[in-house]
């Protein structure tokens, strides 16, 4: 059965994580430091599958999971990061369940195919906490999430285009996140939802992976395609894309956020400074600093406590202005 957070966020201030981190990188199919776990001590074992390190955001999301599950908050942290690689990072997973530890945080790169590692995860009497993206598993088999609402970030951006272009005619070209994820699902969702009925054309949409090189490469090959003219808009599902894109279009001769207007979702330092410099157009924050609310949420299911099923981090939305209000003190 499909499970899927839809529900509407109201765009409002972002919350603020501290990003020092320290935790214990170690590789998740290897014994030992499981030592501190199940009712031994104070100390909460943690197992955290990070996706990889493809992005600006991702980064600032790691460095906020380790600083939330530091030793200093009572946690023992073993850290792996997928590289993007959907078996790599189930086989991680597995290697969480057989060390025994308290708890398992997922940051999952793709939503289908968890039904089984997670069904193992149950049967050992070990606790998944979702983190940032969603599975279509049955919701029984993780006993929470935190993350943000994609569709409603999707939504957002796909407004500001409706009132911005939607009674002129406009080619738009789409750089999409991982093919199967869920921010790639859903921000899809709500901007097409959002332009409906609009002039607003899609010409073309491939993925980029989320990756700056990924928007470069995939946004190069829409020029040589549709030539600068040919293109209007261009709506990147992540701010790492945009700033491929950005360099595509530069290196064209054209000049982003002019001649080619765009529009992303996440917020990172190097997007909102795009964004303040006129290259970008308009972003939708996705905010990375979920680790506080994680941990919060591991340690009340390791007592028995009863949470919510879904946490929803708080996101903005910034134009040109608000973005250079916000720079100077921007966490991530």
């Avoid at 170690?26 to 955290?48: K, M």
């Avoid at 991982?178 to 491939?206: C, H, Q, V, W």
């Amino acid at each position: 059965m499909k499970k899927r957070f839809l529900s509407t966020i109201a765009i409002a201030g972002a919350a603020a994580v501290a990003l020092s981190a320290c935790s214990s990188d170690a590789d998740p199919g290897a014994s030992g430091s499981a030592g501190a776990a199940g009712g031994g001590g104070d100390v909460i074992t943690v197992g955290f599958a990070q996706t990889g390190s493809e992005s600006g955001w991702r980064s600032a999301n790691t460095d906020s999971m380790k600083a939330a599950f530091s030793a200093e908050n009572g946690f023992d942290l073993i850290f792996n990061a997928a590289d993007n690689d959907t078996a790599a990072q189930i086989q991680a997973v597995r290697g969480f369940i057989n060390q025994g530890v308290d708890a398992i945080v997922i940051a999952p790169i793709v939503e289908d195919g968890w039904d089984d590692v997670l069904g193992e995860a149950k049967d050992a009497g070990i606790p998944v906490i979702l983190e940032d993206r969603t599975v279509s598993a049955a919701d029984d088999l993780y006993a929470a999430w935190v993350g943000d609402d994609f569709k409603a970030e999707g939504t957002t951006a796909g407004e500001w285009a409706a009132t911005t272009f939607g009674d002129t005619a406009t080619k738009m070209v789409v750089l999409e996140g991982t093919t199967g994820s869920a921010p790639a699902n859903d921000r899809a969702a709500g901007f097409d939802e959002a332009i409906a009925g609009t002039k607003i054309e899609k010409i073309d949409s491939l993925t980029g992976d989320f990756t700056r090189d990924g928007g470069k490469s995939v946004m190069e090959g829409f020029l040589q395609k549709y030539g600068v003219d040919g293109i209007d808009l261009v709506f990147a599902h992540n701010d790492d894309m945009a700033l491929g894109a950005i360099e595509a279009i530069e290196a064209a001769g054209a000049t982003p956020g002019k001649d080619i207007q765009i529009v992303s979702i996440d917020g990172v330092h190097d997007g909102m400074q795009a964004l303040v410099d006129g290259k970008i157009n308009y972003i939708v924050e996705c905010n990375p600093l979920l680790g506080e609310q994680a941990a919060s949420l591991v340690k009340s299911v390791i007592a028995g406590d009863t949470v919510e099923k879904q946490t929803f981090a708080v996101d903005e939305a910034f134009d040109q202005a608000a973005a250079e209000a916000a720079l100077p003190d921007r966490k991530y």
